[in-house]
């Protein structure tokens, strides 16, 4: 574990101890002077000390006490220091230890040694050693590039963060809220392999970040395993997250005690989960008044002639506590992930995952599934025909509503962007809005967030570098945030899986200018190159 002290402190103590030459003043024990206890403490470490690298420490750590004791003979008095805040920067559950601290280019970066086996657990723990080093995260500056046809593209100002970059380990699927009434946002995470869920806690609306805390740790002290998905707040407190079973939390997020089993649907298929449920309430008391919660299942041969997922719905009106039996979309078979939104008209706007085209199976991997949009205008009873906007290769999305009426939709390009010159995958972060409660989608303007380079060529590994999840939410401010997973930086492989994995952040605001009126990639065929091919290199 490392530890970040800041301190108020007397410059000129620090500058007279690099420096002065005098000798050491004699000070007696009885004088209760804490640098002679220091001294103290060091002398008896050292006739303990159990390696030669650590003995080298102690001795320089009692040389630099003389130096400041030699400023005190002088007749300085001794510095005032008052610690301000001591917080956790980087734990990884290894042997952290010799830290360093220096500013480099208006940038804090804090050094020390990572032992995985812990000290003088091994005769060769030292060996085994290694150095590392975190900085104090901090917003970024950063462009969002609007499309914009043959007018060129709209550069953006934007902010970034990777927001998990100094942890170095398996960071996954984020999912992210914003709690009013702390003006906090918590965020969630799935961390290692097998995965786990970990939570962090923001409260400068995404600038810095607590350290992350597993939500279930187990009887031996370690986390337990298990995913977590669809995280959810209801407000005054009480958040909602998906594992095992649906998990409340009744204090912002720093506990999860009760539960609700997570049935199967009505007709026995297994639930799967991993959009948030949408929060209705009553437009005069501002009241839960109801929850719906939308899931997936497959269906294959024999059962069915060719195999497909299948969504279904279900609603709550205790919040969370039960819930209707479910219901079987017939509009949503060969759909999967569907994330929910109430329009500003009051129709329910449902973002859907789609399976792969006929044309592209066999299906190798998920990154081929597309998106489209179903639309009910009698309170999710019936739903509209899903309308592709990709055919493949972009999913999952997250919804807001702005207070305009105007829906904006985040989601991920794991497939369609072209190979760069040299034969690598780019992958990206994307956002489009709807200007009539989702009936149509600005393609020809959208918003390239984030795109980055694969370093993986063509092969079983090249998806390893590609995105997760979307995750969206409204700040008080008028601007909007959102987390996403990339895989970016993995270089290795952890049972035959990808690693390092990251979280995210771009803190941006839509386009307030104008923009052309060209259409040509909204009346383009949902399933053409035009509309799902295209070079973020290019332009």
């Known amino acids: 574990m490392a530890l970040w002290v800041e301190a108020e402190y007397d410059r000129r103590i620090v500058w007279v101890s690099a420096f002065a030459k005098r000798s050491l003043p004699v000070i007696e024990p009885r004088q209760n002077n804490g640098f002679m206890n220091l001294l103290q403490t060091a002398a008896f470490s050292y006739r303990g000390c159990w390696c030669k690298p650590m003995r080298i420490c102690l001795t320089l750590l009692v040389l630099h006490l003389v130096w400041i004791l030699d400023g005190v003979a002088a007749g300085d008095s001794l510095p005032e220091v008052g610690v301000s805040s001591i917080r956790r920067v980087f734990h990884n559950g290894e042997h952290n230890a010799f830290t360093d601290l220096?500013?480099?280019?208006?940038?804090?970066?804090?050094?020390?040694?990572?032992?995985?086996d812990g000290p003088i657990v091994k005769p060769h723990a030292s060996a085994e050693g290694k150095a590392a080093t975190t900085s104090a995260r901090d917003w970024k500056p950063h462009e969002v590039r609007q499309m914009n046809g043959t007018g060129g593209e709209i550069r953006l100002p934007a902010q970034f963060q990777m927001v998990t970059e100094s942890w170095n380990r398996v960071v996954a699927v984020p999912y992210?809220?914003?709690?009013?009434?702390?003006?906090r946002l918590l965020m969630l995470v799935n961390?290692?392999?097998?995965?786990?869920?970990?939570?962090?806690?923001?409260?400068?609306?995404?600038?810095?970040?607590s350290s992350p805390k597993p939500v279930f740790v187990g009887a031996d002290g370690k986390p337990v395993a298990g995913m977590g998905t669809s995280l959810c707040y209801l407000g005054e407190g009480n958040v909602l997250f998906y594992g095992?079973?649906?998990?409340?939390?009744?204090?912002?997020?720093?506990?999860?005690?009760e539960s609700v089993p997570l049935t199967p649907a009505t007709d026995g298929k297994p639930w799967y989960m991993w959009d948030p449920p949408l929060v209705e309430r009553d437009a005069k008391t501002g009241k839960i008044a109801r929850l719906i919660e939308t899931g997936y299942t497959w269906f294959k041969p024999p059962e069915v002639k060719t195999a497909h997922q299948q969504g279904y719905l279900r609603f709550s009106t205790d919040e969370g506590k039960s819930w209707s039996p479910s219901a079987k979309i017939p509009q949503w078979e060969a759909v999967s992930?569907?994330?929910?939104?109430?329009?500003?008209?009051?129709?329910?706007?449902?973002?859907?995952?789609?399976?792969?085209?006929?044309?592209?199976q066999p299906e190798v991997i998920d990154h081929t599934e597309g998106l489209g949009i179903s639309i009910s205008t009698d309170e999710g009873q019936t739903w509209s025909a899903v309308r592709k906007l990709y055919d493949w290769g972009r999913h999952h999305p997250s919804l807001i509503l702005l207070p305009g009426g105007e829906i904006v939709m985040t989601y991920l390009?794991?497939?369609?962007?072209?190979?760069?010159?040299?034969?690598?995958?780019?992958f990206g972060i994307e956002a489009v809005v709807s200007r009539d409660d989702g009936q149509t989608w600005d393609l020809d303007h959208k918003y390239i967030l984030h795109h980055w380079v694969g370093h993986i060529k063509d092969g079983p590994t090249a998806w390893y570098p590609s995105s997760q999840a979307t995750s969206t939410v409204r700040l008080p401010d008028g601007s909007i945030l959102t987390a996403f997973g990339t895989g970016y930086r993995c270089q290795d492989i952890v049972k035959g899986q990808p690693a390092p994995r990251d979280a995210g952040l771009i803190r941006w605001r839509l386009n307030s200018g104008a923009v052309n009126a060209e259409t040509k990639l909204r009346?383009?065929?949902?399933?053409?190159?035009?509309?799902?091919?295209?070079n973020p290199e290019r332009h």
């Open 102 to 116: 220096c500013r480099f280019q208006g940038q804090l970066y804090l050094t020390f040694r990572s032992c995985p």
């Open 176 to 183: 992210i809220i914003y709690m009013p009434e702390k003006d």
């Open 191 to 209: 961390c290692d392999y097998p995965h786990h869920a970990e939570v962090l806690f923001s409260d400068n609306r995404g600038a810095s970040w």
């Open 244 to 257: 095992s079973a649906r998990w409340f939390s009744r204090d912002y997020g720093q506990t999860w005690k």
């Open 337 to 360: 992930e569907v994330a929910l939104l109430r329009a500003a008209n009051g129709h329910l706007v449902a973002a859907c995952r789609t399976d792969t085209p006929a044309r592209m």
């Open 413 to 426: 390009v794991r497939k369609g962007y072209v190979n760069t010159t040299d034969g690598f995958p780019q």
């Open 523 to 534: 009346d383009a065929p949902f399933d053409s190159e035009l509309r799902n091919v295209y």
